[in-house]
């Protein structure tokens, strides 16, 4: 017990649970642009999806607490390493080096997390805890996507996403040991491919829910 403890209070301990509750994230997220992309089936598609969902009962509230474990994990953990980077360096180098793997995305990750963060209790509280007994899923997403605003919020947010899965997908894996010369090429890559499929699957919905309207 001392051991793991000491492991997952060490730097690479955190950033071992920041790689896995990470891929937990992205299988999320894979589900999830699945089961949304019934919309386009029209609506009775959607709220069909929507039911069955509901359906599963104890094993969607036991997900979405294993859900909010994983955030949970990854917002701390996250928000401790990046102050204990802070506080190693406090003060910026008069000249910046731009080092291997560093890039816009790697550097932005602690403020587009924090972003994401905000958005998913903003996209919860307009669509997940709100009166759902005389309406359906359907025309809830519907009426929300007719303000103009909504539309850009969510297709921005949705940009913020796949900036963050644009070096956190590769990143996590190097964090689990796949550093490798032979891999790293292969993963950055499917990083840029993964990050576009979420940013687009996911930002187009409010843009063609809305020219339905």
Do not use: C
Request: net charge positive.
């Amino acid at each position: 017990m001392n051991w793991l403890t000491s492991t997952l209070g060490s730097s690479i301990g955190k950033k071992l649970m920041m790689a896995v509750t990470g891929l937990g994230f992205i299988g999320f997220l894979a589900g999830h642009l699945a089961g949304n992309l019934t919309i386009y089936g029209g609506k009775d598609a959607f709220n069909s999806y929507a039911e069955h969902l509901h359906a599963l009962g104890p094993l969607v509230t036991a997900a979405e607490l294993g859900l909010l474990t994983f955030a949970l994990i990854h917002v701390l953990t996250g928000l401790t390493l990046f102050y204990q980077n802070l506080t190693a360096r406090p003060q910026r180098y008069a000249v910046q080096k731009k080092h291997g793997g560093r890039t816009l995305a790697s550097q932005l990750m602690p403020y587009t997390g924090l972003l994401i963060l905000l958005f998913v209790i903003f996209h919860l509280f307009d669509f997940h805890f709100v009166d759902k007994t005389h309406t359906t899923i359907f025309e809830i997403v519907a009426n929300a996507f007719t303000n103009p605003a909504y539309v850009f919020i969510y297709v921005t947010a949705m940009v913020v996403v796949a900036l963050h899965i644009t070096h956190g997908f590769w990143s996590l894996f190097q964090t689990l040991g796949a550093n490798h010369p032979k891999y790293m090429p292969f993963l950055m890559s499917a990083s840029l491919v993964i990050a576009l499929l979420f940013g687009f699957g996911f930002g187009f919905l409010p843009i063609y829910i809305s020219l339905l309207a």
